[in-house]
């Protein structure tokens, strides 16, 4: 039979898809930015079969020139794809053996199932390299704005209530810690995105002597020692999307961390808190209210966790009830994966650039941290001191407080009489608890907001992120 097209149906159909089927089942106008990739497979790909005896050198030659020279024209924007051939895949290998013959070898010991999920494979691998280093600019400006105002204090708050003093920079550092696991959440799903399927076929691999180390060398798939990552069953390897799962699900707890840290600086924002102000350039406006200016950024960074936990519902439910092996439903996978990749690196950036440009209003900070009933829980720490139970030391400092707010005094200004009527072990130094500087250095557990453990904290992210 004379060879015709490297269409999928040459030779058994007897005519073409009808429109509205093309239309359906096309993945083009999606699956065409994998073609960085898709073409480093088949570059691989074409040196084993080489390597092998299917293709000569110069037939090998001609067919990575091809592809260089059809990859430079898509990055110009000068290819035209076609949405006739479905996919990023058909439309490379078509166009490649229009120009080179030899190009009808490529797909030999090859389908489309074992290369879709290469290039997915090989695509996510760099997105959660540069993911990986977007995240680590996010922790510097969290760093970077905690060392700026190392010595302002804030109200750490518990149900939204003031609670005991921080210092910001201790409650910058809690999303440094977040992000930090969310790191390496995205490095262990690395791991196992780093597995090289080629060679898996369409599902039982292939009668021909393929190599599947080589391709895997040539194209990263390797652990730290160098030693090639292969997917070990050909039908988990086609019909496997538990790395993109993976991700996506890291990925939505990101999205999650996004949201909280966002609504954070929208707090500290309003004219309530004033603890922060955004720079211009990372606000937006009002169309009616001349005077606003609003936090978009941060509540775009909010919203958008919605669509990032959606699309891992998305995939599990796509997953759920597949038989073995490749099922064209998970052509579905793509664009989820690329829209939760493509949002929440774009707010991991934004994210960064805004905290850049946001300056921490001082005044305010010393203003809503100066209450001393923050200091409460070190006035019951004093009786302990004193050797009374903390329970009691609760009950006695509650009744000081109730004391205070009837009298309409603040705590530290409490005479030492008054506080000696509702509790006799109260001493003259009970008052030097409402120093807060003082109360800051007493705070030196491992992880507490204590001045020289905040300091060495911001050292030892400085150090870890340098
Ligand atoms: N466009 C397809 C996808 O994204 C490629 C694999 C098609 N394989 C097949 N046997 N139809 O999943």
């Known amino acids: 039979?004379?060879?015709?097209?490297?269409?999928?149906?040459?030779?058994?159909?007897?005519?073409?898809?009808?429109?509205?089927?093309?239309?359906?089942?096309?993945?083009?106008?999606?699956?065409?930015?994998?073609?960085?990739?898709?073409?480093?497979?088949?570059?691989?790909?074409?040196?084993?079969?080489?390597?092998?005896?299917?293709?000569?050198k110069n037939d090998m030659q001609a067919i990575v020139r091809?592809?260089?020279?059809?990859?430079?024209?898509?990055?110009?924007?000068?290819?035209?794809?076609?949405?006739?051939?479905?996919?990023?895949?058909?439309?490379?290998?078509?166009?490649?053996?229009?120009?080179?013959?030899?190009?009808?070898?490529?797909?030999?010991?090859?389908?489309?199932?074992?290369?879709?999920?290469?290039?997915?494979?090989?695509?996510?691998?760099?997105?959660?390299?540069?993911?990986?280093?977007?995240?680590?600019?996010?922790?510097?400006?969290?760093?970077?704005?905690?060392?700026?105002?190392?010595?302002?204090?804030?109200?750490?708050?518990?149900?939204?209530?003031?609670?005991?003093?921080?210092?910001?920079?201790?409650?910058?550092?809690?999303?440094?810690?977040?992000?930090?696991?969310?790191?390496?959440?995205?490095?262990?799903?690395?791991?196992?995105?780093?597995?090289?399927?080629?060679?898996?076929g369409a599902i039982a691999g292939s009668t021909l002597p393929v190599r599947r180390e080589l391709v895997a060398k040539v194209l990263g798939f390797v652990d730290v020692r160098g030693k090639p990552q292969l997917t070990q069953n050909s039908m988990d390897a086609v019909s496997d999307r538990d790395f993109a799962v993976e991700f996506c699900a890291a990925a939505a707890l990101l999205a999650v961390h996004f949201s909280r840290l966002a609504e954070d600086v929208i707090l500290w924002a309003g004219a309530e808190f004033n603890f922060i102000k955004i720079a211009d350039a990372y606000t937006t406006g009002s169309s009616l209210m001349p005077q606003k200016k609003n936090p978009d950024v941060a509540e775009l960074a909010r919203g958008k966790t919605g669509r990032v936990v959606g699309n891992l519902m998305a995939l599990l439910t796509l997953l759920k009830g597949l038989p073995?092996?490749?099922?064209?439903?998970?052509?579905?996978?793509?664009?989820?994966?690329?829209?939760?990749?493509?949002?929440?690196?774009?707010?991991?950036?934004?994210?960064?650039?805004?905290?850049?440009?946001?300056?921490?209003?001082?005044?305010?900070?010393?203003?809503?941290?100066?209450?001393?009933?923050?200091?409460?829980?070190?006035?019951?720490?004093?009786?302990?001191?004193?050797?009374?139970?903390?329970?009691?030391?609760?009950?006695?400092?509650?009744a000081v407080v109730a004391l205070a707010e009837k009298s309409g005094k603040p705590l530290n200004v409490l005479s030492l009489a008054e506080l000696q009527s509702v509790d006799k072990a109260f001493g003259r130094d009970a008052l030097a608890v409402f120093d807060l500087k003082a109360a800051m250095a007493k705070r030196n557990v491992v992880g507490a907001p204590g001045t020289k453990e905040v300091a060495r904290q911001l050292a030892r992210w400085r150090k870890q992120l340098s």
């Open 1 to 56: 039979m004379k060879y015709i097209s490297p269409v999928s149906r040459s030779g058994r159909f007897v005519g073409g898809p009808a429109a509205d089927v093309a239309q359906f089942t096309e993945s083009i106008s999606f699956d065409w930015r994998l073609w960085r990739h898709d073409i480093l497979g088949s570059m691989a790909h074409a040196e084993m079969l080489h390597a092998i005896g299917v293709l000569k």
């Open 66 to 200: 091809g592809l260089d020279a059809i990859g430079k024209e898509i990055k110009a924007g000068k290819f035209k794809w076609d949405p006739a051939l479905e996919d990023v895949h058909m439309n490379i290998e078509a166009e490649l053996t229009r120009r080179v013959p030899a190009g009808a070898k490529l797909h030999t010991a090859r389908s489309r199932n074992d290369q879709v999920a290469l290039d997915i494979r090989l695509w996510l691998r760099d997105e959660i390299n540069s993911l990986l280093g977007e995240l680590a600019d996010l922790q510097r400006a969290l760093v970077l704005l905690g060392e700026r105002n190392a010595d302002v204090l804030i109200p750490g708050y518990t149900h939204m209530q003031r609670a005991q003093p921080v210092y910001f920079a201790h409650h910058l550092l809690a999303y440094v810690e977040m992000f930090e696991r969310d790191c390496e959440r995205l490095w262990d799903c690395h791991s196992r995105v780093n597995v090289c399927p080629l060679g898996s």
């Open 324 to 398: 073995m092996t490749y099922n064209r439903d998970l052509q579905e996978d793509k664009e989820r994966l690329f829209d939760t990749v493509d949002t929440v690196r774009a707010t991991t950036r934004l994210m960064a650039a805004m905290l850049q440009n946001t300056k921490i209003n001082r005044a305010a900070c010393d203003r809503a941290v100066s209450d001393p009933a923050l200091l409460a829980t070190d006035l019951a720490d004093y009786l302990v001191r004193k050797g009374m139970a903390f329970r009691q030391a609760h009950h006695v400092v509650g």
